[in-house]
């Protein structure tokens, strides 16, 4: 089964460009997560959509991140513009979540983000 | 509030050995999932494992045995004559429990950095 696919792998620009992230959720998964992972701050959790809905968007750093979820199977976070310290390695992860408990979180590969 | 916290940040061994990642937790959720999650060099997150807080039985899959113990609020792992293919830096999560509303969001602990030396 194909796990959660995030693109592009490696992303190197300027600072000030537009960066776009893709992420396609595992097939049966309704949740979806975009994460952050930097040596300073770990792992956070940036957003979370349940139904394509933004549940929880607290993580989100500030107005220069934004991320959507047009269907079931796409999301995009962006970042406009991007600035040095946006450099990590973001994450997509996706689960199940129904009446009863949610399953647990897959994650993509991440995408390495360097802006220079 | 959720923490997690892997006290060692790195340990190294010689294949065959066994390893144990410690890891203890602080929540006021009387229900709560406990996780591993694996990153290998390659850089992809790879999940292990994930423990109900009612179910304290340990479990055991292949070389890997995980041990929690609600009174010591820990949930230690442990790799059984490692090998060069378990070198990765290894995340202990929390969350919380079924059906609570804060079940999706995971507090990651720092990782504990693990390499298995031939």
């Known amino acids: 089964d194909a796990g959660v696919i995030q693109s592009p792998r490696h992303e190197v620009t300027e600072m000030g460009q537009e960066v776009t992230l893709r992420c396609k959720p595992i097939?049966?998964?309704?949740?979806l997560f975009w994460y952050r992972q930097t040596m300073m701050r770990g792992l956070e959790l940036l957003i979370y959509?349940?139904?394509?809905?933004?549940?929880?968007d607290s993580g989100m750093p500030e107005d220069r991140f934004s991320a959507k979820m047009p269907n079931a199977s796409f999301s995009t976070l962006k970042i406009q513009p991007s600035e040095p310290r946006d450099s990590a390695v973001y994450f997509c992860a996706s689960s199940r979540r129904g009446t009863g408990p949610s399953g647990p979180q897959h994650f993509g590969d991440g995408t390495r983000l360097s802006i220079l | 509030a959720q923490k997690v916290t892997q006290a060692q940040t790195e340990i190294s061994v010689v294949e065959k050995e066994d390893v144990t990642l410690d890891c203890v937790y602080e929540?006021?959720?009387?229900?709560?999932?406990l996780f591993w999650y694996k990153q290998p060099p390659s850089g992809e997150l790879v999940f292990l494992i994930r423990r109900n807080s009612f179910d304290e039985q340990n479990e055991i899959s292949g070389r890997y045995s995980w041990n929690f113990q609600k009174s010591t609020s820990s949930f230690n792992f442990t790799i059984t004559a490692s090998q060069v293919v378990d070198s990765a830096v290894y995340f202990c999560a929390l969350s919380g429990g079924p059906l609570r509303s804060n079940d999706y969001k995971l507090s990651f602990g720092a990782g504990t950095t693990v390499t298995v030396r031939a």
């Open positions: 097939s049966g998964h309704n949740s």
């Open positions: 929540t006021r959720d009387t229900t709560y999932y």
């Open positions: 959509f349940n139904n394509n809905v933004p549940i929880d």
